[in-house]
């Protein structure tokens, strides 16, 4: 069964996708396109839509917009994963200076759940930032 199904949850900040203020309140979620999905199902990246997709809306005062979704269709990099869901969007200053940025950035924090392969295989929930 394949189209729009549902969302999962996801994060709002209030500023657009530059870190700006000005009435905007930007939200992310993970919408679900292809059932069954659960963890014992691979991934499907092969077709139109992925598994899951990764959304955004963008609320102003005046509008709504949520054009040129999904922002990312499946996994990034060819993660191995049985779940990617959950993003937030929040500015991080500790690991802004990790990454050397002098001014303030929002960072994307999502779930994921890797699949490590072969003997002993197993699932490992870790939270990923970019």
Do not use: C
Not at 62 to 67: L, R, S, Y
Not at 75 to 85: A, D, K, S
Request: glycine content about 14%; aromatic content about 10%; overall charge negative.
């Amino acid at each position: 069964m394949t189209g729009w199904l549902g969302a999962f949850s996801g994060g709002a900040y209030a500023t657009n996708l530059k870190g700006e203020q000005g009435g905007n309140l930007t939200l992310m979620y993970s919408g679900d396109v292809l059932l069954p999905d659960n963890w014992k199902k691979p991934y499907e990246l092969e077709s139109h839509y992925a598994t899951e997709t990764q959304n955004v809306a963008i609320l102003r005062p005046t509008e709504v917009k949520w054009e040129g979704n999904p922002w990312l269709n499946g996994q990034p990099g060819g993660w191995n994963v049985t779940g990617l869901r959950d993003p937030v969007l929040a500015p991080n200053a500790k690991l802004g200076a990790i990454l050397g940025h002098a001014d303030p950035k929002l960072h994307l924090a999502w779930a994921v759940e890797f699949v490590t392969l072969g003997p002993g295989s197993h699932y490992s929930p870790q939270m990923v930032m970019i």
